[in-house]
């Protein structure tokens, strides 16, 4: 799908500094280096089209933006909602249940040994795959809910 016409898709940005920047394709994981930064800021969804840079296609450009989404990940103080318990309580510890939210996004719930909640927590805020999902979902926050067992990712608009 790569070639010198472009590849479309929807883009992390996962590293940046004054001179270049680094975008994850959220479809296929291929990572790729533009040659500048455009001002593009980390942790950011880019819809467009990019291309290897001729002649020898090491570095990419960014040739069109569609679309750019700021993402955010963050800890609610709420609970898991009535809901995503009932999940929980239907499956061992260990295993994850994704269920469509009504309108856009998914809800994530994940039964972890109790001892190990706020480490799960914590694994998931620090995920790079947490703000990917969130790309390719199409929304722009996710929110983490936990009490003792359960932990729930929210994808939200």
């Known amino acids: 799908m790569v070639d010198t016409d472009g ?64 993402l955010s990940v ?24 994704r269920t469509e939210r009504a309108g856009t996004g998914e809800i994530h719930v994940l039964t972890v040994p109790p001892e190990r909640t706020d480490e799960a927590v914590s694994e998931v805020l620090a995920d790079e795959e947490t703000l990917a999902r969130a790309a390719r979902y199409g929304v722009n926050r996710v929110e983490i809910r936990a009490e003792e067992g359960i932990v729930s990712i929210r994808y939200l608009p």
């Open 7 to 70: 590849t479309r898709g929807t883009f992390l940005v996962t590293h940046v500094d004054e001179d270049a920047a680094i975008l994850r394709d959220v479809e296929t994981g291929q990572v790729h280096t533009l040659s500048t930064n455009p001002g593009l800021e980390e942790g950011e969804a880019i819809e467009g089209e990019i291309a290897p840079e001729l002649p020898v296609e090491a570095t990419w450009e960014l040739r069109e933006i569609d679309e750019r989404r700021v």
């Open 74 to 97: 963050a800890e609610s103080e709420e609970p898991p909602t009535n809901q995503e318990r009932e999940i929980a309580a239907g499956q061992g510890v260990g295993e994850v249940t």
